[in-house]
């Protein structure tokens, strides 16, 4: 992977400034057994070329429609990531949740016997006084409104 590193960026380097002859025939014979890094040469190639013939007109007004449109973009990718972010925090919070409840689960059961609980008294217990509770917190991530959410 190290090797496929160095090639890359001497494959940039030959697309950007003249590279000795040596050079490309090192990148031949690479591309010719590594099919990532033929793959990479001809994406960069395809790119290179298509910035080449990508023209445009720029007009007293275009810098501020560019900006709107980057904002815009910016605004749309933000708002995904955060979505993202709050369905990632409540799984971590569920899973928390009921990995802490095996947690206590076991230890109040081991705790039962010595102060003379049923089992059944100590699964309430844990029901009640913690997984229900961590549940609500972990289900309030995602029915709280936005500004109250704490994540973004």
């Known amino acids: 992977m190290e090797s496929d590193k160095r090639f890359r960026e001497l494959i940039d380097r030959s697309f950007a400034e003249e590279i000795s002859e040596g050079e490309r025939q090192l990148i031949r014979e690479h591309i010719r057994d590594c099919d990532g ?33 980057l904002a815009d973009r910016t605004g749309t990718m933000r708002q995904h990531n955060v979505q993202f972010r709050i369905w990632a925090a409540f799984a971590a919070a569920l899973s928390m949740s009921f990995v802490g409840s095996a947690l206590v689960y076991q230890v109040t059961r081991r705790l039962a016997v010595p102060t003379h609980f049923d089992t059944a008294q100590v699964q309430a217990g844990v029901l009640v006084f913690w997984l229900l509770p961590s549940f609500c917190s972990a289900l309030f991530l995602l029915a709280a409104p936005r500004e109250n959410r704490g994540i973004a």
């Open 37 to 69: 890094c033929k793959c990479y040469v001809e994406l960069t190639a395809r790119t290179i070329r298509g910035l080449r013939e990508f023209t445009f007109v720029s007009g007293p007004d275009s810098n501020p429609q560019v900006r709107e449109i």
